[in-house]
């Protein structure tokens, strides 16, 4: 691993070297208006994220002599400073995060500053390495309704179902599985295949002394990670979209207004899921996303969907990975008809998650963060930065050697996101993201820890997000 | 009149950050409390919402079951920490191998950030991973789960703010046991007081003052915790841990709610002042009209 680590890190900077070298002038002539600028940033501790603090924002400081102070910080804090900073006009970040999920809200209060027409209208600070034609359709989730772009992507991945490969290849599994439920052991193509799955494993677990459970559950009694797991994971796997909120019709959450939010589908949905925690490990109503991914790479679990963001380094990190060469990947379980639905173009599988760096208008270096945003965004700084965190923004990306050799080692992830990506799909384009979510979790949070059952937890939580929309004007 | 003048002028710079860092801040709060204000509604400005603010908060279950955990929480460690505060604080007056050692240890955990105590604590009780479920399991077959049972995140939080926080206590007890006078003390002897006697009608009395100001500290504080129980449970599970100031943090800042926010802010503040009048009436105020008597 070690051995794979140092020749990423040389292939990066090699490939880096020689972007820079290629277009010193431009970088270094568009950097001197500049130089001794510092422009600051705020964003999630992520791979991603660590990548650009750790390798792209020194290489551009040295090729432009423009300074990044980059805050990566926890999610919440993200936010809050991000927010807070936008809200109030202060200034004090050039660049900041913005998830896909968080961009309509942003968009709403005109926060972000128009990166085509910045671009447009400052020639002179166009790269010539930099094209927004390069990026792949997530770029999208980043536009207005004239298709301008706001945010430069900078990581975009699927919550992928993973699961041990070592265990289901395990001959004395297989057989005792076939055994046990009449067919053979594989990743789960339905839920009640995934179910079996989890019982078996956990038995297993328990017969043969191991720290092994059938199934991760991203089931924090207090953090909205668990929330989202049921939301953007599981529920469109059993055919519940958009969170059940019905944008069409006035907003409707309730199944009696017209929504889905406490209908048939969510009600199987969330009693499934909450069934899951009898298979997963004690850690599991503890466990954020982060937490998942850890539980995952310690081999303590059979299966689980993962943010995509953390494949590689569970797969490949063997200074953090007990699990390393054993990692498959494949598509969550789909109840009947929910394919069918992707294919009508009316449904989704999962979520397709990312983010960018966007520019806000409060930033007092809007210049020079413009250049720091076509940095990160060339198509030479990609193949690196998908091997150190396995995001892709550029179409070109996949196509690279390094790139494709990483797909192996990650099981054909990356082919698996630019084949079945499409499949999956970002947050609905609701403003009031973190509003309705807030309103309705802790009803949730009562469901996991068993104060409330599933259908007790969502007909009270299709309420909350009613009064929720119609407290904040959406809702008439 | 021209000394009062310097007195004023001196006077003057503290005011002024008062007005800007006390006032002004307050005065912000007390006007948004009457608006209905969210940065992420259909219509952000803020727009007069009368005393509705006020109105929702009275039916709002989530904020009084805020209130009443808060409460729970903060008399629970209060008394903890004064009676585990004093029996240090006893032990450290009297002279044992390693004291200066001991009492350096002792104070560490008053040299951490809140939000490295519920880091810390976080690991120490995570399954799979911290010691506490291991050991607790292993040793007495306890399942230790404290994002699944309330009652073990209520008193796992209780446990870590004791952790903290008794080490002040401790402190500003032995300061105060350490200034008493001793006549009193032979008086009492001389007269055949018994050991409780003498804590009761000698002891007590004379630590009056330091127990109070030490209440009233450590009763703000655990009022108004936020992160060290943020980082350990983020109020969880479901609302056992969602104490008013987590509470407020989520409606202020993940809602964006700042018309109710402000309220609620400012209810609670309401609240704290009214105990702490309370403690005083019954505890010093009483006390004093006795002794007047």
């Not at chain 1, 598509?331 to 979520?351: F, H």
Request: aromatic share 16%; hydrophobic share 45%.
């Amino acid at each position: 691993m070690r051995k794979f680590a140092a020749s990423t890190a040389l292939t990066a900077i090699a490939m880096m070297v020689g972007a820079s070298a290629a277009h010193a002038d431009f970088w270094s002539d568009a950097g001197k208006a500049y130089e001794g600028v510092t422009i600051r940033g705020v964003s999630e501790s992520t791979p991603p994220s660590n990548y650009v603090k750790d390798v792209l924002a020194p290489a551009f400081t040295e090729a432009t002599g423009i300074k990044v102070e980059f805050e990566a910080t926890s999610w919440d804090q993200m936010y809050d400073k991000a927010i807070k900073d936008m809200e109030a006009n202060t200034g004090i970040y050039d660049f900041v995060y913005i998830e896909q999920d968080i961009v309509y809200s942003y968009l709403s209060r005109d926060f972000l500053v128009d990166l085509t027409k910045a671009l447009a209208d400052n020639p002179d600070l166009k790269a010539p390495t930099f094209n927004f034609d390069e990026f792949t359709s997530f770029i999208d989730y980043f536009k207005n309704d004239d298709g301008d772009v706001f945010g430069v992507p900078m990581e975009a991945f699927v919550k992928i179902y993973l699961y041990r490969k070592d265990l289901f290849g395990d001959q004395e599994a297989k057989d005792a599985f076939k055994a046990k439920y009449g067919y053979d052991l594989a990743p789960a193509t339905t839920h009640q295949q995934y179910k079996d799955i989890a019982d078996f494993f956990t038995q297993w677990g328990k017969d043969h002394d191991m720290e092994l459970w059938g199934t991760t559950v991203q089931a924090h009694s207090g953090h909205p990670a668990s929330w989202y797991e049921f939301f953007e994971s599981w529920g469109p796997t059993f055919g519940v979209y958009n969170w059940g909120i019905d944008a069409s019709n006035n907003y409707a959450a309730s199944v009696a207004n017209g929504g889905s939010m406490n209908g048939p589908k969510a009600k199987e949905a969330l009693a499934y899921w909450l069934d899951l925690l009898n298979d997963a490990p004690p850690e599991a109503t503890q466990s954020t996303w982060d937490e998942v991914a850890a539980t995952f790479a310690a081999g303590r679990a059979a299966q689980g969907l993962v943010y995509g963001e953390n494949a590689a380094w569970i797969a490949a990190d063997d200074t953090k990975s007990n699990v390393v060469g054993n990692v498959g990947v494949a598509l969550p379980p789909l109840s009947d008809g929910v394919m069918a639905e992707v294919e009508g173009g009316t449904g989704y599988i999962g979520y397709y998650d990312g983010g960018a760096f966007g520019i806000p208008h409060s930033s007092k270096n809007k210049e020079a963060t413009l250049l720091f945003l076509q940095y990160i965004g060339q198509d030479e700084v990609q193949p690196g930065w998908a091997i150190a965190a396995p995001r892709i923004t550029h179409t070109a990306t996949y196509a690279d050697p390094d790139v494709m050799k990483m797909d192996a080692e990650l099981d054909g992830y990356y082919t698996l996101l630019k084949d079945k990506g499409p499949l999956f799909a970002g947050a609905p384009p609701y403003p009031f993201h973190a509003q309705v979510r807030e309103a309705t979790a802790p009803f949730f949070y009562e469901a996991i820890i068993g104060q409330l059952t599933a259908d007790e937890a969502l007909d009270k939580m299709a309420e909350a997000a009613e009064a929720e929309l119609t407290k904040l004007g959406y809702r008439k | 009149m021209n000394s009062q003048k310097t007195g004023w002028l001196l006077l003057a710079p503290t005011l002024v950050i008062l007005f800007i860092f006390g006032v002004v801040p307050f005065l912000y709060v007390l006007v948004t409390s009457f608006v209905h204000w969210n940065a992420f509604a259909a219509d952000p400005t803020p727009h007069f919402a009368g005393v509705d603010n006020y109105r929702q908060l009275v039916f709002d279950d989530q904020f009084i079951f805020s209130i009443w955990q808060t409460a729970r929480f903060a008399f629970f460690v209060v008394l903890s920490e004064l009676v585990l505060g004093y029996m240090l604080a006893r032990l450290m007056l009297s002279d044992f191998p390693f004291k200066g050692l001991f009492r350096t240890i002792h104070a560490l955990p008053l040299m951490v950030a809140p939000i490295a105590v519920g880091a810390t604590w976080r690991l120490l009780t995570v399954p799979g991973l911290g010691p506490l479920p291991y050991f607790l399991d292993t040793f007495f077959g306890y399942d230790y789960r404290i994002g699944s049972f309330a009652d073990q995140a209520f008193f796992t939080t209780v446990v870590m703010d004791i952790w903290h926080w008794t080490p002040l206590v401790t402190l500003t007890l032995l300061a105060a046991l350490s200034s008493l006078p001793k006549e009193p003390f032979e008086q009492a002897q001389i007269d055949g007081a018994s050991r409780f006697q003498i804590f009761w009608y000698v002891t007590l009395p004379f630590l009056r003052p330091a127990i109070l100001a030490t209440v009233f500290i450590r009763m703000m504080d655990a009022l108004r915790t936020v992160d060290e129980i943020w980082m350990l449970t983020g109020g969880g599970p479901a609302a056992t841990t969602r104490y008013i100031g987590l509470y407020i943090w989520r409606v202020v800042f993940p809602k964006t709610d700042y018309g109710y926010g402000a309220a609620v802010s400012l209810v609670t503040l309401f609240l704290t002042i009214v105990l702490c009048w309370l403690l005083y009436v019954g505890l010093v105020a009483r006390r004093g009209q006795k002794s007047v008597n």
